[in-house]
């Protein structure tokens, strides 16, 4: 894959992720008396873990983009990092922090 094309999907990647993240802040709207109401504690609750859940994934995708970048600079981008064969241009377009082939990715999931 063209260096270029490579700079352009991660940046785009990044910026979608740190879009992302200030958006998961749960914002209280219950009225003061609700704030002892068991069904309103639990339902925020729910939100709270949900939020911080998917704040963890998306940390973890912005690690992976940190990764792919550091691929990038050292020319090992588009390289699986576990077998070392390309990794093909229309699975980096789809993926653009993929790290392993196809093949490898479904033998790690099984």
Known sequence: MDTDRARELLAAERARIERAL????HQDDSEPADEFDPANLAS???????????????????AAVERAEG???????????????PIPDERLEAVPTAELTVEEERARER
């Not at 729910?46 to 995708?61: I, K, N, S, V």
């Not at 050292?74 to 064969?85: D, F, K, P, Q, R």
């Open 44 to 62: 925020d609750l729910y939100q709270d873990e949900l939020d911080e859940g998917l704040a963890d994934d998306l940390r973890e995708q912005l």
């Open 71 to 85: 691929r990038l600079a050292a020319g090992t981008y588009g390289v699986s990092i576990e077998s070392g064969l």
């Open 22 to 25: 200030p958006r998961l802040r």
